[in-house]
């Protein structure tokens, strides 16, 4: 599947909206953010099994493209 590019308007509504960094400083995100994720603990399961066989043959056609 060929790759589609975006017309010439779209590009430069793109180049106009989209966040343009100030320096090349480090960013750090805030201490209590932080925080906060690591206290998550990485509790995320998985998906149930007919949901996972569902949506995985989907994710193979979105890498082969």
Known sequence: ???QHKCT???EA???TQRQEQ??????A?????N????LGN???A???QTQQFLDPGWDMIFQM
């Not at 320096?23 to 750090?28: G, K, L, P």
């Not at 805030?30 to 932080?34: A, F, I, K, R, V």
């Not at 906060?36 to 206290?39: Q, T």
Request: charged content about 25%; some cysteine; proline content about 13%.
């Open 47 to 49: 998906l149930p099994a």
């Open 14 to 16: 793109a180049k106009k």
């Open 9 to 11: 308007p779209c590009e």
């Open 36 to 39: 906060y994720v690591e206290s």
């Open 23 to 28: 320096s090349n400083a480090e960013v750090a």
């Open 43 to 45: 509790k995320g399961t």
């Open 1 to 3: 599947m060929p790759v």
């Open 30 to 34: 805030p201490q209590e953010l932080t």
